[in-house]
C-alpha cells in the first residue's frame, strides 16, 4: 500500500481500544461554577469559606457534581451559600481552563485541572441583599467589594477570573476564554487597560435640574460627550491599583471664563476631544468640598455635549501620561461609572437630551471599544 493510502496511525490506534480503554485516554479534570452577582453601585459579592486555611475568598459558586450540567450546579450552590432560590443567570461571562501544576493549588491536593463556567447573576436589590442567608458551618461571612478590593482577597487566579467575567459583563464583550488566567484571544479594551469600578458615594447624590444657586460655587464640569452613533467618551485614568473611568471634564480653574469653558479645555486635554453645544442637565451639591481642599459646600456640573472631533492620543498636562479612551453607550458608562441608580437616571437624561437637542440615535447595546490612537473624524 502507498503511503498516502495508509491510515493515520491515530486513527488506526484508537480503532483497536475496546471503549473502557479509550475512555480511559481522554483528558480528565475538575468541573466548577461561579457567578458574578453585584449590588446595585457595582460592587461584587465574595464569600469567606470557614473550611480554608489561607482566609482567602471565593466568588458564589462550587463543585459539579457528577452527572450536573454547570448551571444547574451554579443554580444549586446559589441556593445553598446564599438562599436565593429564584436568582436567574443570564448569561456565561467566562470560562477558565485550570492547569494541574498551576502555583495556585494548594500544596499536596492532587488536582487534575479545572474547568470552570462564571455566569451572570445579575444585579441584587437591596432587598435580595437583605434577603442572603450564609449555611455557617461552611461560610462566615459575605461582602460586597470594589473591584480593586475583592482583588486582594482572592486567590491570584480567582482575581483574574472574577475581573475578566465581570469586565465582559460591563463591556458587552464575548465569554472571556481563560487559561490560567489570562485571555487566549483578544485582550478587551477594559482588560487591556486594567480599568475598575469605584463606588463614589457623593456622585450617586441626586442631580439638582435647576440653575446653581448664585451663592454656590461651581468647582466640577463633567460632561456626557456624544458621538454621532449615540455612544459617550469616557476617560480611564491609570494608577498603581488600575485605572479608574470618568466623564470628560474636570475642574473649574480661575482662568476658566466658566464651567463650559472647562469641559472644552479639560476634554481636549484629557482625550483629545473638540466639542460643541454644552448644555447644562444639573448639578450635584459637594457639602464640604474636601477633595477642594475644604472650600465648603459647592457644585459639581454635569452637562452634555456633542462630539465634532477626537484628535490623536496625547500625553495629559496635568497628569504627564496618556489616558485610555473608550467608547460605550450611556448604560454601560453609567455602570463603569459606579453611580448606582442616579447615575442610570442621569445616564438616560443624557441620551434623551442628546437626541432631543442633536438628533442622535439611541447607543446599540455593543461590546465597548477605544477609540484608535490616531483619533477619529466625526464631521
Not at 441583599?129 to 473591584?147: D, V
Not at 491570584?156 to 465582559?168: C, K, N, S
Not at 472631533?309 to 489616558?323: E, L, S, Y
Not at 485610555?324 to 437624561?349: D, F, I, K, M, S
Request: glycine letters at 8%; a negative charge.
Amino acid at each position: 500500500m502507498s503511503s498516502s493510502l495508509r491510515p493515520p496511525a491515530r486513527v488506526a490506534s484508537q480503532s483497536v481500544l475496546s471503549s473502557g480503554q479509550y475512555a480511559a485516554t481522554r483528558h480528565a479534570v475538575w468541573l466548577g461554577t461561579a457567578a458574578i452577582i453585584t449590588d446595585q453601585v457595582g460592587r461584587v459579592l465574595l464569600v469567606h469559606p470557614t473550611y480554608r486555611e489561607d482566609d482567602q475568598w471565593l466568588l458564589p459558586g462550587g463543585v459539579v457534581e457528577p452527572g450536573e450540567h454547570p448551571h444547574l450546579a451554579c443554580r444549586r450552590e446559589i441556593t445553598e451559600e446564599l438562599g436565593l432560590p429564584d436568582l436567574a443567570l443570564s448569561s456565561v461571562l467566562a470560562i477558565h481552563s485550570l492547569s494541574q501544576h498551576h502555583p495556585d493549588i494548594g500544596p499536596g491536593t492532587p488536582c487534575p485541572g479545572e474547568i470552570r463556567y462564571v455566569f451572570d447573576g445579575g444585579t441584587l436589590t437591596p432587598d435580595q441583599a437583605k434577603a442572603i442567608r450564609l449555611p455557617r458551618e461552611e461560610l462566615s461571612e459575605y461582602a460586597f467589594l470594589e473591584t480593586r478590593d475583592a482583588v486582594q482577597r482572592l486567590r491570584p487566579v480567582d482575581g483574574q477570573i472574577m475581573l475578566a467575567a465581570y469586565r465582559a459583563r460591563l463591556g458587552n464583550t464575548a465569554t472571556a476564554h481563560l487559561a490560567d488566567g489570562r485571555h487566549i484571544l483578544d485582550v478587551p479594551a477594559l482588560d487591556h487597560h486594567d480599568v475598575h469600578i469605584r463606588y463614589r458615594p457623593l456622585w450617586d447624590s441626586p442631580l439638582n435640574r435647576g440653575p446653581v444657586p448664585e451663592q454656590l460655587p461651581v468647582q466640577q464640569a463633567w460632561a456626557w460627550c456624544f458621538v454621532p452613533d449615540g455612544r459617550v467618551v469616557l476617560v480611564a485614568d491609570p494608577g498603581p491599583r488600575g485605572a479608574l473611568a470618568m466623564l470628560p471634564g474636570g475642574t473649574v480653574e480661575k482662568t476658566d471664563a466658566t464651567p463650559e469653558a472647562a469641559l472644552h479645555r479639560e476634554a481636549a486635554e484629557e482625550a483629545q476631544l473638540t466639542l460643541t453645544d454644552p448644555v447644562r442637565l444639573g448639578w450635584v451639591l459637594d457639602e464640604t468640598g474636601e477633595v477642594y481642599g475644604g472650600v465648603g459646600p459647592n457644585a459639581r456640573l454635569r452637562l452634555a455635549a456633542r462630539v465634532t472631533d477626537i484628535g490623536p492620543a496625547a500625553v495629559d498636562p496635568a497628569t504627564g501620561h496618556p489616558f485610555a479612551r473608550l467608547l460605550a453607550t450611556p448604560a454601560q458608562a453609567a455602570a463603569l461609572l459606579g453611580w448606582g441608580p442616579p447615575g442610570a437616571r442621569q445616564a438616560e437624561l443624557a441620551a434623551e437630551t442628546a437626541r432631543k437637542r442633536w438628533g442622535l440615535p439611541v447607543a446599540s447595546t455593543a461590546a465597548m471599544e477605544e477609540v484608535p490612537a490616531e483619533g477619529m473624524r466625526l464631521s
